[in-house]
């Protein structure tokens, strides 16, 4: 199994920038993709940006230019530097790792609010 902690979140102006953090422990050695999500009520969870092992990176159209993943996992961290945040960024957001096999983590979720 493979456990999920994410930090990060919280409220922030338009135009402001947070980051967020995610750090996996149990069988690593599994993972070979870690990402984020994020869901706002009444819609699905839609991919914001995923890196993966070998450091190929997909990003989604809306954030491009302003979001960034890293990953480290030697350490099981994967880190979305978030910049000029806009209102409709506003969404939970879901720490991802997906194992060999197909068989998928999520985090338990980080609230970001995008507000004046």
């Known amino acids: 199994q493979v456990q999920l902690v994410e930090s990060g979140g919280g409220l922030v102006q338009p135009g402001g920038s947070l980051r967020l953090s995610c750090v996996a422990s149990?069988?690593?050695?599994?993972?070979?993709?870690m990402g984020w999500y994020r869901q706002v009520p009444g819609y699905g969870r839609e991919l914001v940006a995923r890196?993966?092992?070998?450091?190929?990176?997909d990003v989604a159209d809306s954030v491009k230019g302003r979001f960034t993943i890293s990953g480290d996992y030697s350490k099981g961290t994967v880190v979305l530097q978030m910049n000029s945040l806009k209102p409709d960024d506003t969404a939970v957001y879901y720490c991802?790792?997906?194992?060999?096999?197909?068989?998928?983590?999520w985090g338990q979720g980080t609230q970001v609010t995008v507000s004046s």
């Open positions: 991802n790792a997906v194992q060999y096999g197909g068989l998928e983590h």
């Open positions: 149990g069988r690593l050695f599994q993972v070979y993709n």
């Open positions: 890196i993966s092992i070998g450091g190929t990176t």
